[in-house]
């Protein structure tokens, strides 16, 4: 690959590579100079983490965009897309700009009159103290273990990617190296500056953003209207492979001659433009739509400290309101420069996806393991029967070793028929099943089979439990954007801005959760417990040894994500934020609502989230769309608290006392426009809303199936 050379420091540099480099390394400097020098003066607790009260809509806006964009929309979002789930991965994106507005309205007002520096404070006042410590201790060791390290990892893992993990003069541009490169930018104006450093670094960085975004969309819409018929035939056939549809052959050969881009991707990608999936869908299924994706959202923009950070530290009401609008105007732009971008891709350079680096590691290592456990010469194994086609591959009966099976997905089956029929006899044989391979239906035999596997797994002691591998998959869907990056965007200054403005998109994130974590320890546990009495010079100095804590920890950490078992990156962030976000998201909008609730709901919620979702995961529904187990999980702990309300209700009803001295004033201005979001919002959804497709078929019979039995 070229780009392998983009950044090296050699002899060879071509003129176009130092021109990106310039402005690369430019572009960095700017941001951490701009962000330091308009923060001097950040010597004070309120100054340092909140900016002094005192930041506008137009940076509120474009530091909430700044803060929540990272690899995970550019790779995570965009692969998603290019998967079968197409346009609906954009509900996380559509459904925030709702949310936000929620939160700019109902949240935010709460918040301000209380006067508080974090989140879990308002707990405190509403519930009891033991709330408050609760959320705080919860929400720092999230941030620190799971985000900032998830945010370092992804960052990582993109650039130690495009770099090959190659070595130049003895420097190994791996997922280590970048690790510890992206947690010291992150920190260095953090740590000088705080949220007003943040917040000035976000406005160049998020405007790199959607200006980036916009670049990589055009590429490769024009990319698409230029490709070759032979191109356009593979993306056809691969329509075919991914969703089971035929595109008619008369639009396949309008397409082929005098067509551009977007008629082009209108008609390779009409399945994909769609907002609405099927109920028992395993990512984003319509029950989730409904009700199970509201949790996650409204507690990310609404109870998310490394969010909100920015609207507490608003000069007034009226400005956080009109800063919270307009990013939400800015969260219905992102699906078109990162979900249509993830689309093409696909389209153009399935090829690639299909053979990439990461694919061929994933699926070699899997597969290797197969080869060797099938054909394990030394263990102890079972005749096959004669006449009985599942043991067909002879299967380890020693008691004290442990076996393997192994999951695949829809791609693969379809690609790698011959490998995947081997690998469902095997299953079959370690299930001790009797089945009778078919070629159509490889892939959900395969998933009955392992079906069987975790039942029996249940009965097992912990040595003898049956192994269950990394899925193997057909293509790497998270190349998608890597690769338009890497083939479709020109070396000498668009490249170098591209690389640019997705480090900037990771290091802000960083910087952050990093000074949302060292306001939350020095604030709510610091101040609290350690020192009562600490001057405002002893709170900041605090924050700042704080934030290079937590940076050395996320960056020794970051690299254990690597590990296949964790399922990725993406999948380690949702469910983890599964065990903690209903319960909390619960508490607040009970506290809310009814003032006479008690201050037991406060900690009983917040108990109670991890436990019901434990249970549900690991016990009781284990292959339940996450989302739909974080929707039980929430209403479980509203009935309880409504229990709690009805039987022990608070005496006298609970009357915020207000500390702030900022302006309360709602801004008309910002309800105008939040109400525009909301319709320009519901006509996006009309128009990508699948109206054919029932999305509820088979759902009664499933609900009745275990009555029946």
Known sequence: MECLALFALAPELTTAAIVDLVIFVGFIIIVVTVGISMSRGSEGSESYFLAGRGLGWWLIGFSLIAANISTEQFVGMSGSAANYVGLAIASYEWMAAVTLVIVGFIFLPQFLKAGIYTIPEFLEKRYNRFSRTFMSLIMMITFVTVNTTAVIYSGAKVYSTFFDNQTYFGIPLDIVTFSWLIGILGAIYVFFGGLKACAWADLLQGSALILGGVIVLLFAMNALGNAKPEIIDNAVQTVAIQSDITIPAENVAKIKENSGGYERFSVLNAHKLRMNLPWNDGVLPITALLLGLWIPNLYY??????????????????EGQKG????????????FIVVFPGLIAFNLFS?????????????GVVLEKFESVKNDPTGQHLPPPKNVQYWFFWVKTDPNSQRSVFPFDKDFAKIEQEKATEIVLYNAAVAEI??????????????QILAEIAKKNATLPKENKIIVEKELMGYDYDAAFPLLMSKLIPAGGFRGFMLAAMLGAV?????SMLNAASTIFTMDLYKEY????????TLVFVGRFCVLLFTVTSCLIAPMLNRPELGGVFHFIQEFQGFISPGILAVFLFGFASKRAPAIC?????????VIYALLKFFLLPDMAFLDRMAITFASVLVVLTVFRITMPRPTPYEPVSKTKIEMQTSRGALLGGILVLVLTAILYIYFWDHETPMFNGFLDSVLTPFRK
């Open 530 to 537: 350690l020192h009562r009495g600490a001057g405002e010079k």
């Open 301 to 318: 923009w609404g109870l998310n400290q490394y969010i909100m950070q920015r609207t507490l530290g608003s000069r007034s009401l009226a």
């Open 602 to 610: 406060g900690p009983t919620a917040l108990i109670m989230s991890p």
């Open 434 to 447: 009797k089945t009778d391979v078919s070629e159509q239906k490889l892939l959900e035999q395969n998933k």
């Open 324 to 335: 919270i609008v307009f990013a939400a105007f800015m969260k219905l732009i992102i699906p």
């Open 351 to 363: 090829g690639d996806m299909r053979v990439s680096a990461s694919a061929r590691e994933n699926n």
């Open 507 to 511: 290091i802000s994130s960083l910087a």
